[in-house]
């Protein structure tokens, strides 16, 4: 059985706290990346992704406009590459935190991401919890355990993932 563990729920939720429980309870080497706020602006905060394997980054967002934009040629270009590396990689375990709505433009790491949960590897991905296409296919998929922070307490949800894992 496929091991895909989905985690959404509202900002502030604790998606990224499980995730990381997860992984520590897993006790296994983990490839892939973290989402991390870079600054605050005006606008709101600003991000960046960094590789779990080599612990370089990029800005996934920018202000622009007066407001806060995804930098698509990151996701392109950096992140689809961090996540085939992490897939290439001998860590059986790969970590995606978070897939959110400056991805849905940018196909080649969209499709990096999607062949990774088609593989054998344990993949915790965290999804922000917004109606975008690229997310409900991610939300959809059936190959593995979705929790909704927003609708279960996080307890309850360590309790499934032991459950799942020991299950598998």
Known sequence: MKRNILITGARGAGKSTLA????????????????????????????????????????????????????????????AACVRAALGSDAPVLLFDEIGRFEQSSPAFLEAVTAALDSEKTVIAVLKKEEMPHIARFRARRDGLLLDLDEIPRAAAREKLREFLDGT
Do not use: H, K, Q
């Open 20 to 79: 990381d429980w997860l992984i520590g309870r897993l006790g296994r080497p983990c490839a892939g990346y973290r989402t991390v706020r870079d600054e605050i602006t005006p606008a709101g905060p600003l991000y960046r992704m960094t590789d779990l394997l080599t612990g370089e980054s990029a800005p996934i967002s920018r202000l622009a406009g007066g407001g806060i934009r995804g930098v698509p040629e990151t996701f392109d270009g950096f992140g």
